[in-house]
């Protein structure tokens, strides 16, 4: 009965890793895949999530009974602190229901759903480029994507005119996609002024916002300056989405674990949505895994209510801080090494946007062709529109990357 099954065609992220392994070069360089790499070029378990996991076994897994289907209780509560503010008004009116999902991903595809099924508009308009898995999310709900225009690639920096241009030209009341912070893939973020007026248009033409929260504290370290750009938003009174995601800022990809928040605009209107959401959710999975979230949740929580041999609650959120902040420096320095490399091979062209870009990131503006180059003579892997992750570079890689890059242009 499936003899008539076509192929589907490869993920190109997934065949960029697939053709990277198979590849037997030793200066092999892999820049295509979103994860974090340690200078060694490894992938990193932080120590606090160590510790959380041995504060787990020891002391709080008594069961493993299931999750209500919103999930974890408590990680929902300082997921939505997290990404809104511990003194944040929506919170405190009830205003925001919050869901524990699987990861950033779950959180997107579930309020997508919620968004088909509960919202008068089913338009979502989403940057030019963006993430490629953001279409699919709504496209799988039944929703119409669109784009507006984000990224000059004359200048590798924002379209700022044309974005607004684009917003301002959007059907009342249409969905909009929007990246907190740390932009994949174009490392490129609005300030907060331009925020402000993003927010501005935004609110005058009831458009939705739906903010991917996937880098939080992965541009500024700092957490709360990175949600700023949400904030404005909450502070205004108006409804936004937020799909917040741990894959990145604790390192815990394969625990998929992540929230997504409804501001709405009283709590009785949050605790609807509430119920929908579980309707929803029910069919699909019916409810989360627990070991993520706990982990999260352990990390997070700033009242011990036991004070372990281990460490207190609250010293195990400074460490995660800690180790948050060695990551983004981390990144930024390779930033700074990458720019400087090209800078003293007179390489043609303007690098500046290699350090003014953020996050983990960077749209190089290399073309097809010279990234199938940097495959075919030096190893080198990155998705075919020029999208490099920092965070797979070290001091020993760069001078070959910049090389590497020295002939693609010039060759
Ligand atoms: N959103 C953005 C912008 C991403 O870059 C990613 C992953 O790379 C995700 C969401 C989804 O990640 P996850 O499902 O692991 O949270």
């Known amino acids: 009965v499936f003899e008539y099954v076509t192929r589907a065609p490869d993920i190109p992220v997934y065949a960029v890793m697939v053709a990277y392994r198979e590849d037997p070069s030793p200066f092999k360089l892999n820049l295509g895949i979103g994860v974090y790499r340690t200078e060694e070029g490894k992938p990193l378990l932080l120590n606090v999530v160590r510790k959380a996991e041995k504060l787990l076994v020891n002391e709080l897994s008594a069961n493993k009974e299931y999750l209500p289907i919103t999930g974890l209780a408590e990680f929902n509560k300082l997921s939505a602190k997290l990404i809104f503010g511990a003194d944040s008004s929506a919170i405190m009116e009830n205003r925001v229901t919050t869901v524990h999902c699987l990861s950033g991903s779950g959180s997107l595809r579930i309020g997508a759903e919620f968004l088909a099924k509960h919202y008068h508009q089913r338009t979502v308009y989403m940057s030019q480029p963006t993430y490629a898995n953001h279409p699919n999310f709504f496209v799988a709900a039944g929703i119409t994507v669109k784009t507006y225009r984000y990224y000059d690639p004359t200048t590798c920096g924002l379209d700022f005119q044309g974005m607004l241009e684009d917003l301002g ?220 992750n920092l965070a797979g570079l070290s001091a020993k890689t760069v001078p070959y990357l910049a090389d590497a890059i020295h002939a693609a242009v010039t060759h």
Request: include cysteine; hydrophobic fraction near 40%.
């Open 169 to 388: 030209a959007a059907s009342s009341g249409a969905i909009v996609l929007l990246q907190t912070c740390g932009h994949n893939p174009t490392g490129v973020d609005p300030n907060l002024e331009q925020w402000e007026q993003i927010r501005k248009l935004m609110r005058l033409k009831g458009l939705l916002p739906f903010f991917d929260c996937a880098y939080q504290g992965f541009v500024s370290s700092s957490l709360d300056a990175d949600a700023q750009p949400v904030r404005m938003f909450v502070a205004d009174g108006g409804e936004c989405l937020t799909a917040l995601s741990y894959s990145k800022i604790m390192g815990l990809y394969a625990e998929r674990v992540g929230a997504l928040s409804i501001v709405c605009k009283t709590a009785d209107v949050a605790s609807r949505v509430e119920s929908q959401l579980k309707l929803i959710i029910r069919p699909m999975y019916s409810n989360p895994p627990i070991h993520g979230a706990s982990i999260v949740t352990a990390i997070l929580k700033d009242s011990p209510s036991i004070v372990t041999v281990i460490l207190t609650y609250r010293e195990m959120y400074g460490e995660w801080i800690t180790e948050l902040k060695a990551m983004t420096n981390r990144i930024t320095s390779m930033r700074q090494q990458l720019y400087n490399a090209l800078h003293d091979r007179a390489i043609p062209g303007d690098w500046s946007h290699i350090t003014k870009q953020v996050g983990m990131f960077s749209l190089t503006g290399l073309n097809a062709e010279q990234v199938a180059f940097l495959t075919k003579e030096y190893h080198i892997y990155m998705s075919s529109d020029g999208r490099i």
